[in-house]
């Protein structure tokens, strides 16, 4: 019979924090996702920053249009799209621009009376043109009264009302212009009280809502991030020595037997399959709980991982044998990584439903290219496990580096819109991986493409997400001050691989975007390394 002793990890005797990965490293205690430079596109407000633009489904907000039909909406706000011509104005507007929470600005626009009117004759000079009123001439002037009955007077203040803030948007705007994000702005007046104001004063009152490029601060001060000294904190099974020696006793023993242990109790080196249960300890039975994360029916637990489990669990089992319970109260450790269970004090009972004994060869040159595939010496098995170890321990340390680089404390008030933005980006590029390794079926696809799923993402990421953010500004803002710059031919390059890969995949792509995005890539590169050169580095090992 054999085992799968892979399923401990998602047993939480084993604490959480630890991994069954022999390459598990966190940077520090509180270890974040790692930061990925594609993940963050702003606007091209300061050079070094991109709005974010995902590649396969480009979002396009509607401009703000108002028809007689939809005029009458009731909404609250409403998502403008802001030209860039501007024409001249008869009188100044009035804008006062108060800031909000999260990067965002409230602008208070007044349009004066000779604004008003001058949209209002534009108005009605158009329907003079358009509109086709029996008994008159296409073209022909007709009496103004006349016009409006037929029109609906109702339908010119509308129209009217949309010319106002068409004319006025973009010039109450100035004073965020460079600093508004794309598709960020919104008109957060009701059109029924705009209307209400026009009718009753020949004047208009709007508020305006934009979110804007969220400043950096770096704490204590602006240098913060020049000569850093950073602890990083790996986890010993990093060291490529520990992990090629676990690495090395796992395939030597993946080809022993297992077979079942007849004649005593259970030793460390044997594998078990227990039923566990577990309950708090409480004197007043009625508060006594169970434990669901502690439980589990056939686990299989290979002994020689004892120091992975709850500190005790073993002890309380060795001897144990095959059909036999025991019971007995454990602490969870006040280190334990699941909050809610940290000073638990805890009854487990256990079960021993199989138990097994390797009967492991004779560990000799023979067995070698059963080790590793090619080799002929067990000593070539070891030196080549090695030699991969410590590239990969390499590369591990440098992660942690990077991710202890870029934990800096950085203070950045994140405007909503950008969040969402992320958010959603990171959100397609799980899908589309998904997609392209289990083939979804539309039914499929739409429930995990539907709003309900995206925000529940948004909601659980939103921690790393909000870090990724951060760290993206932090890595613009290094880039800018530092006056850093990228080879033209690495940029090129790197295009053409992605662009090659999209095609690969049969998938939809935006060349720009595409560049952009690799153009980020590169920057963060150049930052990271520029950050690793004058950092002051030192590792420590759990």
Not at 352 to 376: H, M, N, Q, V, W
Request: net charge negative; with cysteine; hydrophobic share 35%.
């Amino acid at each position: 019979m054999e085992l799968c002793t892979r399923t401990f990890t998602s047993f939480f005797l084993f604490n959480p924090s630890s991994s069954s990965n022999p390459l598990f490293l966190r940077a520090n205690a509180n270890a974040k996702t790692p930061f990925k430079f594609n993940s963050l596109k702003l606007s091209s407000f300061p050079p070094h920053i991109h709005l974010f633009q995902p590649f396969l489904s480009p979002h396009t907000s509607s401009p703000f249009t108002l028809s007689a039909a939809s005029a009458s909406s009731s909404s609250s706000s409403s998502s403008v799209a802001v030209g860039t011509e501007q024409d001249r104005l008869p009188a100044e507007l009035n804008v006062t621009e108060t800031a909000e929470p999260n990067s965002r600005v409230r602008l208070h626009v007044e349009v004066p009376s000779l604004v008003c009117e001058d949209c209002y004759k534009r108005v009605i000079a158009e329907f003079m043109k358009q509109a086709k009123i029996p008994g008159f001439r296409p073209g022909k002037k007709v009496p103004e009264s006349i016009l409006i009955s037929y029109v609906g007077s109702q339908n010119v203040q509308k129209a009217t009302i949309e010319s106002i803030l068409r004319r006025t948007l973009s010039h109450a705007m100035t004073s965020v212009t460079g600093r508004a994000l794309q598709d960020s702005v919104r008109i957060v007046t009701k059109f029924s009280e705009m209307e209400e104001t026009y009718s009753s004063l020949g004047s208009l009152r709007y508020d305006v809502l934009v979110d804007i490029a969220p400043e950096i601060k770096w704490i204590p001060d602006n240098n913060a991030y020049k000569n850093l000294k950073i602890v990083v904190e790996i986890d010993s099974d990093i060291d490529a020595h520990t992990a090629s020696e676990q690495e090395f006793r796992r395939r030597y023993k993946s080809i022993g037997a297992l077979k079942v242990v007849t004649d005593r109790g259970l030793q460390v080196g044997d594998v078990v399959v227990l039923d566990i249960s577990a309950t708090t300890i409480d004197q007043d039975e009625s508060n006594v709980k169970s434990i669901p994360s502690a439980e589990s029916k056939g686990f299989n637990f290979d002994t020689e991982y004892g120091e992975k489990v709850l500190p005790g669990f073993l002890d309380c089992i060795i001897g144990i044998q095959q059909g036999e319970s025991k019971s007995f109260p454990l602490v969870f450790p006040e280190t334990w990584n699941q909050e809610n269970l940290r000073g638990v004090h805890a009854q487990f009972t256990v079960e021993c439903k199989e138990l097994f004994y390797r009967d492991l060869p004779e560990l000799d040159d023979s067995i070698a290219d059963k080790l590793l595939p090619g080799c002929t010496t067990v000593e070539q098995v070891k030196d080549l496990l090695l030699q991969k170890c410590q590239e990969v321990e390499q590369t591990a340390r440098e992660q942690a580096t990077d991710n202890a680089i870029l934990d800096q404390i950085v203070q950045v008030d994140i405007p909503q819109s950008l969040f969402e933005e992320q958010g959603r980006q990171l959100y397609g590029a799980n899908l589309l991986e998904i997609q392209a390794k289990m083939k979804l079926n539309e039914q499929q696809l739409a429930t995990l493409s539907s709003s309900k799923a995206v925000n529940e993402f948004l909601e659980h990421q939103k921690e790393n997400i909000t870090n990724l953010i951060k760290q993206s500004l932090a890595v613009g803002d290094i880039y800018r001050r530092e006056n850093l710059q990228f080879a033209t031919e690495d940029l090129v390059k790197e295009v053409e691989n992605s662009i090659a890969e999209f095609k690969r995949q049969n998938q939809e792509y935006d060349e720009e975007r595409v560049k952009g995005q690799v153009q980020e890539i590169l920057e963060g590169a150049k930052v990271l390394e520029w950050l690793r050169e004058h950092a002051e580095v030192q590792y420590i090992t759990k």
